[in-house]
Structure formats: structure tokens, C-alpha cells
């Protein structure tokens, strides 16, 4: 089984400098030594066609997600952004219910619930976000057909962007509820990760979702290389 680091951007860099951070980050990159390892990187949506043009004339293993996904099909639902539009492109993972979307944009668990379900009908694979004091009611609102197609990303509001990482053992017992709950589902942790402390959640998860440590192409390579070794 895969275990994957993705690089999310959030709504840093515009199209030109993302454009160079993947320039440098296809020539920092051993591609041939990732051995079970799947990288992959979150664009701002202004990005995300150039990201799958330039991706593929590189040749390079880099999977496509997107940050956010509309909640609905096409259709008169202005400004949302749904796996119609994005038809044509590579993707591989939608990011959903990432704890930035619950608190700036008051995205509900039932709003997740249902871009979970887009996500699966269009054929791309769900990056669940989750923290421990709504895991139970956002598990209750998705069939257990579609979680058990989810990816689970444990991400605690107190270690996103603060810098203070939560400790292996919360990593843990968090791991454990959600196999109660989900069955055998993967499960990533996002918060605060860095090249320093890469290995250690590597060791007890599937992957990590990474956000301010991803910004510099130099800074990734570099946690690519330790998760790696």
C-alpha cells in the first residue's frame, strides 16, 4: 500500500510562482527512489490545468488534487467549481471539509457529506478531513460504501498552521477511533508537519498532508528525502 505526502497550497502563490516551485521541485526530486511513497500537491484552482499539462510533459509520478470541490453537479450553482469543470484534467484527490472550509466558510458536516459523494460518483478519491470533536457526526453522514472509499485526514485545529504539532500518541488513539468507526480505511494526519517530524507520523499512519512546510519547492524535496530514508 501507498503511503502518500501531498502539498497543499491553500491560497498561497500565484500562477507564476506555483509554476516555479514545481519547475524546482521536478529537478529536486529523486522520482525513481520513492519506492512506496505517492507524492502529491494542491494548487489554488488557478493552477490546477497548468499543474496537469506541466505535470504530464514532465513525465513525473506528481498526483493532482484539488483543494476544495462544489457540492453539487453542474449546474446553475454560481462561482462553485464541480468535477464537470475539471473533467478533462488528471485528478486524482479532492481535499473535503478542511478545517480552514468549517471555520472561514462555515462548511457544515452535511456539506462535506455530500462532496464525499461527488467526489466517489466522478472517480476521485476524498481526502477527509476530520478532528476528533466532530469525527462521529461527520462518519454518521456518509454511507458506509462511500467512507470506506475515503482517505481519512486527521487534521486537529489547535497544529494547523500554529507550528505546534500534536504528539504521536494523540495520532494514535485518534487512529484507532476512526478504525472503530470506518473499518479499514487509510488514515493521513495533517498539522504542522516538517521534514523533522515527517518519519515519526509516517510510522503510524498512511500519509501526511502538508501546508506552510510545502511553500518552498526546497523545503519539500527536503521531507520527500526524509520520509524516504
Not at 502518500?4 to 519547475?23: M, P
Request: charged share 25%.
Amino acid at each position: 500500500m501507498k503511503k502518500l505526502i501531498i502539498s497543499n497550497f491553500k491560497s498561497n502563490k500565484s500562477v507564476e510562482e506555483s509554476n516555479h516551485w514545481l519547475e524546482k521541485l521536478t529537478k529536486l526530486v529523486d522520482w525513481n527512489s520513492l519506492g512506496v511513497y505517492e507524492i502529491g500537491v494542491a494548487p489554488a484552482y488557478p493552477s490546477v490545468e497548468e499543474f496537469s499539462h506541466k505535470i504530464l510533459e514532465a513525465n513525473i509520478p506528481l498526483k493532482l488534487t484539488v483543494q476544495d470541490i462544489s457540492a453539487y453537479p453542474a449546474g446553475s450553482y454560481t462561482g462553485a467549481v464541480s468535477f464537470q469543470n475539471l473533467s478533462h484534467l488528471d485528478i486524482k484527490y479532492a481535499i473535503v471539509g478542511h478545517s480552514e472550509r468549517r471555520r472561514y466558510f462555515e462548511e457544515t458536516s452535511q456539506m462535506v457529506a455530500k462532496k464525499v459523494s461527488q467526489a466517489i460518483e466522478n472517480n476521485i478519491t476524498p481526502l477527509l478531513c476530520i478532528d476528533d470533536p466532530y469525527l462521529e457526526e461527520q462518519v454518521s453522514l456518509i454511507d458506509d460504501n462511500l467512507i470506506s472509499k475515503c482517505i481519512i485526514c486527521y487534521e486537529p485545529l489547535e497544529a494547523i498552521g500554529s507550528g505546534k504539532n500534536v504528539s504521536v500518541g494523540q495520532v494514535e488513539k485518534v487512529k484507532e477511533k476512526v478504525k472503530t468507526l470506518c473499518g479499514d480505511v487509510l488514515l493521513m494526519y495533517g498539522g504542522s508537519v516538517t521534514d523533522q517530524n515527517v518519519s515519526e507520523y509516517l510510522m503510524v499512519t498512511d500519509g501526511v498532508l502538508v501546508g506552510s512546510f510545502s511553500l518552498k519547492a526546497e523545503d519539500f524535496a527536503s521531507l520527500i528525502s526524509k520520509a524516504i530514508k
